[in-house]
């Protein structure tokens, strides 16, 4: 069916030559399945939405001569026709109904895309201008600029240029096409990917922000976290023509980094496996990823041999991919899994807007911004969702390692004082003693005990009796330096190890803890104020032979001599 065709209402009023061009637009619009030719005559062009006519060329060997008498069919400016139209011709036609001539750019923004263009104006059935732009060898071509390829041409007073564009891609068909005049021309050239520069930049600070991750943690989901962003940023850049206006490189050389088409859903499917720990957890969702992880590598190796071929079917192993995954993780999160739910929130943006993705690639829906821009939306949002994820679970290991290292103080200390324990004190302190033998170093051990503990008890109970070796222990920190391993052994003894201290620093340490307890009141309550001592033993240990139990027992030795000379002082052993 022919669509009507909008003359501008002044040529309604001029009789003569306007009327032969009318006439003129006219049969060429009906030659062209009607798709009427653009008014130009403005004093302001700016064309970003007009109808276009295409025709696929299957053989791929039609030239212009015989193009121009085909019939050409109906499309937008900003069309996709899929993966089977990888020579496409398209037919703007532009009348001048005004009084001066046009000067005009006709502006290709996603020609970074192509392999090959070839344009051909043509005024009166005849050439009058052509270029040809191989995008290999595309950065020195003047018509190239950062991307996009503007070709000038003119439209003179009453008269009609079509501009013939042959478009040949590697896989899916895309074309844009844009009209300015030569203020909009250079306007359209100012900024632009803004938006994807900012999508990169997000998902880069989140791969710096991970690959530390990964060196600080060494955990494989931060790993192929990382690396399933960078390709998601790579196939953001390639397609959305930043890599080519950032770096002015083009053709064979750049479309190989499409491979990252397949390298992102490998990533995720690798994130999902460790995330979930499908191998342990979940046999029969592990098999069924490893399916898809096989067909996804398959896919990627053959392009490294054909890239155009395998990126043909691509469209839908992702929509393959998407279903797969999505089910997986549904899977996982009906058998309860605590993290398949943030992953399928995540991964439902990805599945929404890559969808959309995947038919506009195809050419099933019109193109708008969240079609052509679904993969990266989708890849960003879902990124976002991901690092929540990864998040999430660094807090559960660490409250998990968190309550291991409790558990481990708990058995390690004594739950009264807080100081270590027996056991503890003897595993740690042959330890040091050990590494003071290979280092040379002085290591001295103390042993204390409070003088007439049992009568503290008796007297005042023992939960006075608990407040005092509370204290008492305070006081023992206080006095001892912060890499001393100070420990209760059991009832009112405690123990001391040095490290680096000699006999006599260690006879110091031992003196400054009995005059601190000696000087300390314990508060027992309402007027109970009650003073204890300590006697003391003090032991350097041997470090070429003797061992810290060893060393103990002459300090309890010499502890024994202290309580026997009177109590509250210090005693060495010999």
């Known amino acids: 069916m022919s669509l009507p065709i909008m003359f501008p209402a002044a040529t309604v009023l001029v009789p003569g030559r306007m009327i032969v061009s009318m006439f003129l637009l006219w049969v060429v619009s009906i030659a062209a399945h009607a798709v009427p030719a653009l008014d130009v005559s403005g004093d302001e062009i700016r064309l970003t939405d007009f109808p276009v006519g295409y025709l696929v060329d299957n053989s791929q060997s039609l030239s212009y001569e015989t193009v121009r008498k085909e019939t050409f069919e109906a499309a937008n400016n900003t069309a996709t026709l899929g993966t089977g139209a990888s020579v496409t011709w398209h037919r703007i036609a532009l009348h001048n109904s005004g009084a001066e001539e046009k000067a005009l750019y006709l502006h290709m923004p996603m020609a970074y895309q192509v392999r090959a263009i070839e344009i051909y104006e043509e005024r009166s059935q005849g050439v009058v201008g052509q270029a040809a732009v191989d995008l290999n060898d595309a950065s020195d071509n003047p018509l190239m600029h950062r991307g996009t390829i503007i070709y000038p041409f003119s439209v003179p007073a009453g008269e009609t240029t079509v501009l013939f564009v042959r478009s040949q891609l590697y896989s899916h068909q895309w074309f844009a096409a844009e009209i300015y005049d030569d203020k909009h021309s250079r306007k359209a050239l100012v900024g632009g990917h803004l938006d994807i520069a900012l999508l990169v930049g997000m998902m880069m600070a989140l791969v710096f922000y991970n690959g530390l991750l990964y060196f600080a943690t060494s955990k494989k989901e931060n790993l192929l976290y990382s690396l399933y962003l960078i390709s998601g940023v790579v196939w953001i850049a390639l397609s959305y023509g930043l890599i080519a206006k950032a770096f002015n490189m083009y053709g064979d050389a750049v479309f190989i980094l499409n491979l990252s088409v397949f390298t992102m859903p490998i990533f995720l ?34 392009g490294f041999f054909d890239i155009e071929g395998a990126l043909i079917p691509a469209s839908s192993l992702a929509a393959l991919m998407m279903v797969v995954t999505f089910s997986v993780s549904l899977s996982i999160l009906r058998k309860g899994h605590p993290l398949a739910k943030f992953f399928l929130v995540g991964h439902s943006f990805f599945v929404v807007f890559n969808g959309l993705a995947v038919l506009f690639y195809k050419g099933l829906i019109e193109p708008n911004y969240l079609n052509s821009h679904g993969v990266g939306v989708g890849i960003v949002l879902e990124a976002i969702t991901l690092a929540f994820i990864i998040s999430y679970r660094i807090k559960v290991l660490e409250d998990i390692r968190s309550q291991q290292d409790e558990l481990k103080r708990q058995a390690a200390t004594d ?31 103390i042993t204390m005990d409070i003088d007439h503990f049992k009568l503290v008890n008796d007297t005042y109970g023992h939960h006075v009796g608990d407040l005092v070796l509370k204290d008492v222990a305070d006081i023992f920190q206080k006095f001892s330096r912060d890499r001393d391993l100070v420990a209760r052994f059991g009832g009112e003894e405690f123990m001391i190890l040095l490290p680096g201290a000699g006999h006599a620093e260690a006879e110091g340490c031992a003196e400054r803890i009995r005059q601190g307890v000696e000087k300390h009141v314990v508060q027992a309550g309402d007027n109970v104020r009650i003073r204890v001592t300590v006697s003391l033993g003090v032991a350097q240990v041997s470090s070429a032979t003797e061992s810290v139990e060893d060393a103990a027992r002459r300090a309890d030795k010499a502890l024994y001599e202290a309580k026997a000379g009177g109590r509250n002082r210090v005693c060495s052993a010999a």
């Open 269 to 302: 499917v690798l994130f999902m496996m460790v995330i979930f720990e499908t191998r342990e957890f979940y046999v029969t969702e592990h098999r069924i990823l490893k399916v898809l992880l096989a067909l996804l590598v398959a896919g990627f190796g053959y």
């Open 415 to 445: 739950p009264l004082t807080q100081l270590y324990n027996r056991r503890y004190f003897m595993a740690e302190g042959g330890y040091l003693v050990e590494q003071a033998r290979a280092t040379g170093e002085q290591v001295s051990v």
